[in-house]
T-cell receptor, first 112, second 113 residues
Framework: GQQLNQSPQSMFIQEGEDVSMNCTSS?????WLWYKQDPGEGPVLLIA?????ELTSNGRLTAQFGITRKDSFLNISASIPSDVGIYFC????????????FGKGTKLSVKP | DAMVIQNPRYQVTQFGKPVTLSCSQT?????MYWYQQKSSQAPKLLFH???????NEADTPDNFQSRRPNTSFCFLDIRSPGLGDAAMYLC????????????FGPGTRLTVL
């Protein structure tokens, strides 16, 4: 089946540092979504990307839809303790399919 | 606020005893999804409803069924839960299929004794 390679698997950073994570695939995606999940909760949508090359910000978060449509990255600037959690990328292959293909997640730990 | 609601948040059942999880939405979205998420893994799609049309993933066990009596509600029925079915079950909605944001509920944590 289709797979998304998400990296890094985990990150341990100091408060105030910037963070970058990415997802790549051998397949072309139509939509990229980035989610954050806290323990015991459902994923919360952070950013949605629909066009190749699109760069979108949401506060301290910035995400881009790669030009080749096979990758996406998420940056978090000036991290704070509440950024702790698991970040998932998810992609859709076409506009006729709602199925989300998820990356395996990046676990972010922030040291105050 | 428009949202996706799941009840209960925690469910305990016995091995082989049928259990039903519920999901409701106030977003008036056409599509409702059920995902299974095991510890330290990504969510895995079980099935979805596009309006009244049911779409099952090929690898979803027959033990899992779903009902959508109206636009707002969707149920996940596990007919004979096994120990391997212990997981977080997530409901999600989207306005339409591809090219749309999916919004998740808080999940129901299922324990099988």
């Amino acid at each position: 089946g289709q797979q998304l390679n998400q990296s890094p698997q985990s990150m341990f950073i100091q408060e105030g540092e910037d963070v970058s994570m990415n997802c790549t695939s051998s397949s072309i995606f139509n939509t990229w979504l980035w989610y954050k999940q806290d323990p015991g909760e459902g994923p919360v949508l952070l950013i949605a990307l629909y066009k190749a090359g699109e760069l979108t910000s949401n506060g301290r978060l910035t995400a881009q839809f790669g030009i080749t449509r096979k990758d996406s990255f998420l940056n978090i600037s000036a991290s704070i303790p509440s950024d702790v959690g698991i970040y998932f990328c998810a992609g859709q292959l076409s506009r006729s399919q709602g199925n989300l293909i998820f990356g395996k997640g990046t676990k972010l730990s922030v040291k105050p | 606020d428009a949202m996706v609601i799941q009840n209960p948040r925690y469910q305990v059942t016995q091995f082989g005893k049928p259990v039903t999880l519920s999901c409701s939405q106030t977003l008036n979205h056409n599509v409702m999804y059920w995902y299974q998420q095991k510890s330290s893994q990504a969510p895995k799609l079980l099935f979805h409803y596009y309006d009244k049309d049911f779409n099952n993933e090929a690898d979803t066990p027959d033990n899992f069924q779903s009902r959508r009596p109206n636009t707002s509600f969707c149920f996940l029925d596990i007919r004979s839960p096994g120990l391997g079915d212990a997981a977080m079950y997530l409901c999600a909605t989207s306005r339409d299929l591809g090219g749309n944001e999916q919004f998740f509920g808080p999940g129901t944590r299922l324990t099988v004794l």
